[in-house]
């Protein structure tokens, strides 16, 4: 039994929830009194209703994300009907970046009895103790300033053994980014921040290393911005570098034009199958990067990311986003042939989303762009790109994902990409795989293969 029942809907399995072991890592006192309950996507909402109420609380919070804002809301409609029913007397609490910037009349607000804005780790301590003391604060929304990193309880200790050796193992040395990209919740500045904040170094790392001693073998940072301070990411890498040798891999977010020889000789000593590094390029038009007002060189990049893949081990994993304001199906098409010369070892092709209370929407009229309104509010159609193209386009991107990225066909996709420029090669066969299957999903892997072979044949 719980008195405060810490609960999040995750994406999958292999994703635990950083943000709710934060939040129970700094309970302080009233930790003994708090457990999480981690479910997926997969799980029926009246299944989780039923596992919380079991616990008898008295506070239940939710980390609402993009991926789980329809699942939660109809869960906390489950949850009202089932405390009205059975006349329990409990609080539901929401936080997250989806609900960070909501609209205060949306539907999951309205539902809710308390919602805290922001970093919530402490803001949700300090409402927690209020409830159980018996008293009701009169704000329903909560606005949480950012906190100090050095006030903050690691949460690292709440990761189970199970967790550790299923799973992935989020952790991050530092919060906040100093761009101000304009699809992205971080150039939301809240009062308080001041850009990048960083986790006093030496206590990171020992939590660091009491980690890998318990068994976590994929680390995977969520740090925004890496190598954006150099002294910071070089020891981290100098620290992790030893244990690449034991099976450890760790996974990291980079800015792309920002790769100074310390870095490089760094990436060049890890061995194969052990260090990840995700490149946001998000498009390679500068026109449309200024216009988002993404800062990026590009002739520092391209050369980063030739220089990652020629003379480093390092797996590269890079983005592209599809619909930006501006970019053209031609301009984005020469941006992805450019990249793929390049030979990352994945290209992640996003769709544009319209993220609650991102600036990208000052762009809606003068460039059309139209946006779906249910998450991941994807967009729709713009000025460049009609409704049928980005249909075309979310084809491309999910067939690449399934038959490239995934890695299990490269003798085939070989000989596909062989005959003409990558983007329009592929285009022509996503929508010949579309045309023969009418389905996106679902997909054995015999089937993948097959069709590669026939369309190549």
């Not at 100074?260 to 500068?286: H, I, W």
């Not at 020629?310 to 992805?336: K, M, Y």
Request: hydrophobic content about 40%; overall charge neutral.
């Amino acid at each position: 039994m719980a008195e405060i029942v810490l609960a999040s809907i995750n994406a999958k399995y292999v994703h635990p929830s950083l943000g709710l072991r934060y939040l129970l890592a700094n309970l302080g006192a009233l930790q003994a009194q708090a457990a999480i309950l981690e479910f997926t996507r997969d799980t029926a909402s009246e299944s989780i209703a039923e596992q919380i109420l079991a616990q008898n609380p008295r506070i239940v919070g939710f980390g609402v994300y993009i991926w789980n804002l329809n699942q939660t809301l109809e869960l906390i409609k489950i949850l009202q009907r089932k405390r009205s029913e059975q006349n329990r007397n409990f609080v539901i609490v929401i936080g997250g970046p989806e609900v960070s910037h909501h609209e205060e009349q949306s539907e999951i607000i309205g539902l809710c009895d308390f919602l805290i804005k922001g970093e919530a780790d402490l803001s949700f301590r300090e409402l927690c103790s209020k409830i159980l003391d018996g008293q009701r604060p009169e704000a329903k929304i909560i606005l949480a300033p950012p906190p100090r990193l050095s006030d903050l309880v690691f949460p690292y200790s709440h990761y189970s053994d199970a967790d550790l050796k299923h799973r992935l193992t989020y952790i991050e040395a530092s919060r906040g980014c100093p761009f101000s990209c304009e699809f992205c919740l971080s150039s939301v500045k809240q009062s308080g921040d001041h850009g990048v904040r960083r986790f006093d170094l030496e206590a990171f790392l020992k939590e660091l290393s009491a980690l890998i001693a318990r068994g976590a073998r994929r680390l995977k940072f969520v740090d925004r911005t890496f190598n954006i301070d150099l002294k910071t990411s070089t020891q981290i890498l100098d620290f992790i570098r030893p244990y690449a040798d034991q099976g450890v891999f760790a996974h990291f977010e980079m800015i792309p034009d920002r790769f100074p020889e310390e870095l490089r000789a760094r990436a060049k000593d890890f061995p194969e199958g052990t260090l990840q590094f995700e490149v946001g390029l998000q498009t390679l038009n500068p026109e449309v990067a200024e216009r988002i007002n993404r800062r990026q060189d590009y002739t520092k990049t391209l050369a980063n990311l030739k220089f990652l893949k020629e003379e480093t081990r390092v797996h590269l994993h890079a983005d592209l986003i599809v619909g930006l304001p501006g970019e053209s199906l031609e301009s984005f098409a020469q941006g992805f042939d450019q990249l793929y010369e390049l030979g990352p070892h994945e290209i992640q092709v996003g769709i544009l989303k319209r993220l609650k209370g991102t600036p990208i929407a000052r762009h809606d009229i003068l460039f059309g762009m139209r946006y779906s309104e249910v998450p991941p509010y994807e967009i729709i159609e713009n000025a460049l790109i009609s409704e049928s193209e980005m249909l075309r386009l979310k084809r491309f991107a999910r067939y690449w994902e399934i038959f490239v990225n995934q890695g299990r066909f490269p003798g085939e996709i070989n000989a596909l990409m062989a005959k003409q420029k990558s983007f329009s090669r592929f285009l022509a066969f996503s929508d010949w795989v579309y045309q023969s299957s009418k389905k996106t999903h679902g997909f054995s892997l015999e089937e993948r293969r097959a069709l590669l072979v026939q369309f190549v044949t």
